[in-house]
């Protein structure tokens, strides 16, 4: 499989997402600065977590307009994964590849601890090495986490399949104590129409291999890289 990371000013977990990626693969990805203009041919395309523009005017706002943004948007016109991490999540709303807003979490305060996420759809290129209903531990770190969209939006990401991650209890119950920001219908990850397209708020990375505490992350990276092309 071969990626590219895409790393905007304020990019902080960039180097994190390249090495579960060189992990996964046995290849380094293309670092693909947010000025660049054109794209390397790639089959996935990760946008890291992080503080782009340091969060100013709203989290991941400006960097939707950054010049590589353009090429991401026609590269997933065609069909290419492209997975956004927390900031990253928060870009690919605000270019419109994906529905809806991340707003400040529910108690205003940034929260960054390891939550229970439900693994609700597991027939994903991102979830291929998870089982439906699985409940893995993954860490989060953000203060505009809250995910929100309006009633008819909500109710095609739920009847369609599109809602991948829910927090949930270590049990895999699903109660609002344990949401970590307030996300309506306790969203931690959700995919386009065409599927190709993750966003999520929790960082698998940081949590892809024993010596970080845990390997609940890996089975995204080691199934995109068997969908993808290994």
Avoid at 63 to 84: C, D, I, N, T
Avoid at 122 to 133: K, L, N, P, R, S
Avoid at 214 to 219: K, L, N, Q, S, V
Wanted: proline fraction near 6%.
């Amino acid at each position: 499989m071969r990626a590219a990371v895409i790393v905007f000013p304020g990019s902080n977990c960039d180097r994190d997402m390249r090495v579960a990626l060189r992990q996964a693969t046995g290849r380094d990805p293309h670092m693909v600065w947010h000025r660049d203009t054109d794209l390397p041919d790639v089959d996935l395309i990760a946008l890291p977590g992080g503080f782009s523009y340091g969060d100013y005017l709203r989290c991941g706002a400006m960097a939707s307009h950054s010049p590589v943004m353009a090429e991401v948007k026609r590269a997933a016109e065609r069909g290419v994964h492209v997975l956004g991490v927390c900031n990253g999540f928060q870009v690919l709303t605000e270019a419109g590849l994906l529905p809806g807003v991340l707003m400040r979490n529910r108690d205003l305060r940034f929260v960054c601890r390891d939550v229970w996420l439900l693994v609700e759809n597991a027939e994903t290129a991102f979830t291929d090495g998870y089982e439906a209903g699985e409940v893995i531990r993954i860490p989060v770190a953000h203060h505009d986490g809250n995910y929100f969209a309006d009633e008819l939006t909500l109710r095609r990401l739920e009847d369609r399949g599109r809602i991948v991650f829910r927090y949930c209890s270590e049990m895999g119950a699903v109660a609002p104590e344990d949401n970590p920001n307030g996300s309506c219908q306790h969203i931690a990850g959700i995919v386009n129409e065409k599927g190709n397209v993750l966003g999520m708020m929790p960082h698998p990375e940081r949590l892809a291999d024993p010596l970080l505490g845990g390997a609940d992350g890996t089975p995204m990276f080691a199934g995109l890289a068997k969908i993808l092309g290994g």
